[in-house]
């Protein structure tokens, strides 16, 4: 560890001399906008500028849909940005395959990528034909159930420790009043709550079997058909949550107006926001008490190949820059989410994230699936998940022939 | 009676050229663009191009997902509910008001600008204001029932079955301003002494509306249609604002899944399939349409 | 029927050129009749309906979070407070740049005055061409261009990307107005094309005897006759160039991004608490534009400007 971290911190300090000479702008392009996001990317601003260069903010709001089709454009269009926000995975590999990218595999050699970052599974998501094309800044898990003491208490009854004591619980907080489950509109909240059961139902090899040998017959087979009962459980529990927006939901657990939600760390600070305390206002269930695995997907950022010289050196001084110790506590502090090397220390984070570090230490993770599934199967599954879960006729026979179908034609 | 009238000129290339050469942008813009980009985006609807287009053909393997898919169809569906009720509304709201507002009425400014201010504000925002008002737990539902009536039920977003008709109310908001302007643009057209004569004539006010004004703004009624079945068929932001096509996929729009295909699931070719099956639909009804109405008539 | 409607064209095309932008007919009547109450409540509900949003909109946006949180939509805030209306404009943050939609008015400005300039005149000239100095294929052009206002502008980024990469102006301003005018088009020339075929004819022809040439009609006579579409136009060209998101961002670089940009941004922001009061007052203000231009440019909509000069 303490090798590791000093080589880390010699790699930073040796780049600061050499970039200061060479004061550049470099646009980021991101789509960071909320409160603690933007103030996240202050953090990578201020060390990047630190270093003497210009760091130009490219902010655009709604990842999908809206911000994607810009970076494509800009980048095809033979007008790219220095840097941009990506999630890794398997989203640029074709303009990686495209050569409009940039090899980043010098500054991860000298900087010792492969050895400093963890999980490596973030790094191998990087990585295309050996090379590596992206610096992962952080790491985003799924696997959470938040619950709200106050509404459990309300309906008089223990606060679950697991995923069943959890829908046997469902009755007794909907006689309070209670939505049991929150589960908001937007499409991908019904999908990540599925892969997420599935997870703690299935297990870690049933998910690899399904999402990363796309193997259609387990997919169509008896363990997934209990994870689908699990998900007709959700459903009946998530009736009458009637919002959208993925923190709308959390916003009635933490009124205690639902009981729970299942939702990725990001809602922590959404509880933070509201001032609550884990464990006083709030319980966290990792892998939802049942199988305490996380998954690690994230955020990273990617560096189309430029022709101006000195921006390219800017570029490897903002990929070194992101890995640098410092930046990665002060960046995922604010973002809520856990830094990409295990040698630094979160000495600030609150008790879920230590439960999350705890889990990550021990080596517990799995692959996200958006590492594991091309973009077109995830939204394919998500139509299907926003349906069964709005649809109260489709029954989960079903919707588990369809999910088969899904991961039949999985590429 | 445009320049073929000039018999004189020597070639029949020169003939009538300052209109060639003033429609020089505009046949760049219909070959260039809309039939080039239209042909280039069939082409690589039959292709499996992802986030990139490339030339990788699959034939039909595009079609055959996209019929097979859920969401499409009920796309579909609710694009035929939302577009007949949209033309029909619009039409008659918006000509209702254009009539009224052509009665040298006072403060017309005012109540043009009133019909008119939604069209200035963004679908993003029509559909976040309407989702509030519709919203059962403190828009219109809750007011009526704190006002005594505690059984009155009336959630459209939350209810599958008239989802769509939800979001009619918030689209017809937004547009039917328009309408009532390009109509009332359209009234204005008419001579004075038209209505003069209908009145000495002794024909009633409806009648005359009716049977000569309508009948003299067919062309702006065109227009009007023309605009408003774009519109429709076009329609995402404000489904995106105001239901994200929830609850479930009962408000799905066919533009919409082209978007999600394209970009967010990053399947160009699903993507462009769709947009091809929307275009074939439009073509074959526009096509053979504008054929008989800017082919067939001659005029000036 | 028909045979009642006559039209004089002699006198109308004198007078057409040098008409007045006046109401011609008489005072509207100030009694209190049936049809006057008829007529002005009808109005009035409509007007309510139509008001009603703006209502909500406006309150919303003169209260605080809290209030906002506790309550009805339509009650009216108990502590005013015009804190979200500067925040909108002045402090809200996109990305690192927290200075609020102010950041990108100027540049909305600079976009949405050329290409409405350049896209109407194109259109209306091309309308024109249309209607009155038809020539072989012209029906051709024009029903691609028909068919084109149906396909969705998504569907057209990468072919653009690439016709205007190479051209060399992709990410110029140039570029942009050369696309807020294609995308104009199909409907533009249509509203014009429409609108200048239902003028009488007669008053072509009388110009064309007179030996007037193709822009001296097109400025001296279809131009001053025609001030109610150009308003049409213009609302629909500023309001769709104004709000305009996508192309803003997809065609330009970071330095000409239009104000929805930010109001994208604002409206938008997935995570984090929604500040609906915020939200509300970005919208409004970012409508505030094109609302003026309407309330202005409505004083060209008055009876008689074609019409009424023919009765000379």
């Known amino acids: 560890m303490k090798i590791r971290s000093m080589a880390a911190i010699l790699a930073a300090t040796v780049v600061l001399p050499f970039a200061a000479a060479n004061a550049t702008d470099l646009e980021v392009t991101h789509w960071w906008t909320s409160g603690g996001e933007a103030a996240a990317v202050a953090e990578l601003a201020k060390a990047f500028d630190a270093t003497g260069n210009k760091w130009v903010d490219g902010a655009i709001a709604g990842s999908g849909g809206t911000a994607r089709p810009i970076m494509v454009s800009r980048i095809t269009g033979g007008d790219p940005m220095g840097a941009t926000q990506f999630n890794h995975g398997r989203q640029a590999e074709e303009l990686v395959e495209a050569g409009l990218m940039r090899d980043l595999t010098d500054v991860a050699t000298k900087e010792k990528w492969k050895e400093i970052i963890k999980p490596a599974s973030l790094l191998d998501s990087c990585t295309i034909d050996g090379k590596i094309y992206c610096a992962p800044v952080n790491i985003h898990s799924w696997q959470w159930l938040w619950l709200s003491n106050a509404a459990f208490e309300k309906a008089g009854v223990a606060v679950p420790k697991n995923w069943d004591e959890f829908v046997a619980a469902g009755p007794a907080l909907e006689k309070a009043g209670i939505v049991p489950l929150a589960v908001g509109g937007q499409p991908w909240q019904a999908a990540g709550a599925f892969d997420v059961l599935m997870v703690a139902i299935a297990g870690k090899d049933t998910y690899y079997k399904v999402f990363k040998d796309k193997d259609e017959d387990v997919a169509a087979g008896a363990e997934i058909a209990k994870v689908f009962k699990a998900a007709d459980d959700a459903r009946r529990m998530s009736k009458g949550t009637n919002v959208q927006d993925w923190n709308q939901a959390t916003n009635m657990v933490i009124t205690g107006k639902a009981g729970g939600q299942i939702m990725g760390d990001w809602a922590q600070g959404e509880f933070a926001l509201a001032g609550q305390t884990a464990g006083k206002d709030y319980t966290c269930l990792p892998g939802l008490g049942v199988n305490e695995v996380i998954s690690t997907g994230g955020d990273a950022f990617y560096f189309p190949l430029l022709k101006d010289e000195e921006k390219s050196k800017a570029q490897e001084v903002l990929a070194s820059t992101l890995l640098a110790p410092a930046t990665q506590v002060a960046f995922n502090l604010k973002k809520g989410s856990l830094p990409v090397r295990g040698d630094v220390d979160l000495a600030a984070a609150n008790d879920c994230m230590k439960k999350g570090l705890d889990i990550l230490a021990k080596g517990n993770v799995i692959e996200g699936t958006d590492q594991l599934l091309s973009a077109d199967s995830q939204k394919q599954k998500e139509d299907l998940f926003s349906e069964f879960f709005a649809n109260p006729s489709m029954t989960p026979e079903d919707a588990q022939k369809r999910f088969a179908d899904i991961i039949a034609s999985a590429e | ?300 | 029927m028909a045979d009642t409607v006559s039209i004089k064209p002699g006198p109308a095309l004198a007078a057409a050129t040098k008409a007045g932008i006046e109401p011609r007919g008489a005072k509207p009547r100030r009694t209190l009749s049936g049809r006057n109450i008829m007529l002005y409540g009808t109005l009035a509900v409509a007007a309510l309906y139509y008001l009603l949003p703006l209502y909500v909109m406006v309150v919303t946006s003169l209260k605080g979070m809290p209030e906002i949180r506790l309550g009805n939509i339509f009650s009216p805030p108990l502590e005013v407070t015009f804190e979200p209306w500067a925040k909108a404009w002045a402090t809200a943050c996109t990305g690192l740049n927290c200075d609020g939609l102010s950041r990108g008015f100027w540049n909305s400005v600079r976009i949405t005055v050329p290409s409405t300039l350049i896209s109407i005149l194109v259109a209306s000239v091309n309308g024109y061409a249309l209607a009155n100095w038809k020539f072989k294929g012209a029906d051709l052009f024009f029903t691609i261009l028909i068919v084109g206002a149906f396909i969705p502008y998504q569907v057209m980024i990468y072919p653009i990307v690439i016709v205007l990469r190479e051209m060399g102006i992709y990410g110029t301003l140039t570029g942009l107005i050369i696309v807020h005018t294609i995308f104009g088009m199909p409907i533009l020339t249509l509203l014009f094309r429409n609108y200048f075929s239902s003028l009488p004819e007669e008053l072509f022809k009388a110009a064309r005897i007179d030996g007037a040439g193709f822009w001296q009609i097109y400025f001296r006579i279809m131009l001053p006759m025609s001030l109610p579409i150009f308003v049409v136009a213009m609302i629909l060209q500023i309001t769709g160039i104004w709000n305009d998101f996508l192309f803003g961002v997809v065609f330009t670089r970071p330095e000409y991004y239009p104000m929805t940009v930010q109001l994208n941004n604002i409206v938008n922001s997935v995570q984090g608490v929604k500040e609906y009061n915020v939200n509300m007052a970005a919208t409004l203000l970012t409508g505030a534009v094109p609302l003026f231009v309407y309330f202005v440019s409505g004083r060209l909509f008055v009876r008689g400007i074609a019409a009424g000069a023919v009765k000379g």
């Open chain 2, 1 to 300: 009676m445009t320049g073929q009238a000039h018999t004189g000129r020597p070639s029949k290339l020169l003939r009538n050229l300052s209109s060639k050469i003033a429609s020089i942008p505009m046949m760049l813009t219909a070959v260039v663009i809309f039939l080039g980009g239209t042909v280039w985006t069939v082409v690589y609807s039959f292709t499996n191009s992802k986030l990139l287009p490339r030339a990788k053909f699959v034939g039909l393997d595009q079609y055959e997902r996209l019929w097979d898919a859920p969401r499409w169809i009920v796309s579909i569906q609710n694009l035929a509910i939302y577009g007949i009720f949209t033309l029909i509304f619009s039409l008659v709201i918006g000509f209702l008001l254009a009539a009224l507002m052509d009665q040298k009425i006072r403060f017309e400014n005012t109540f043009r600008t009133i019909f008119l201010y939604p069209f200035a504000l963004s679908f993003i925002v029509t559909g976040l204001v309407w989702q509030w008002i519709l919203n059962p737990e403190f828009g219109v539902q809750s007011v009526v029932r704190s006002l005594g009536w505690e059984s009155f039920t009336f959630d459209p977003l939350y209810n599958s079955d008239i989802v769509i008709y939800g979001v009619l109310i918030a689209g017809l908001w937004q547009g039917t301003g328009l309408v009532m302007c390009l109509l009332l643009a359209g009234l204005r057209g008419i001579d004075e002494d038209i209505w003069k004569a209908a009145r000495v004539d002794g024909i009633p006010m409806w009648k005359t509306y009716l049977f000569i004004v309508i009948p003299m703004m067919r062309p702006v009624f065109i227009t009007t249609l023309v605009i408003i079945a774009s519109g429709i068929v076009k329609v995402y932001d404000l489904v995106v604002a105001q239901t994200s096509g929830g609850p479930g996929i009962s408000s799905e729009v066919p533009a919409k899944y082209v978007y999600d295909y394209m970009f967010q699931a990053q399947n160009l070719g699903q993507g462009f399939a769709a947009s091809t099956m929307m275009l074939v639909t439009v073509a074959i009804i526009i096509v053979p349409w504008a054929y008989l109405e800017f082919g067939g008539r001659k005029r000036g």
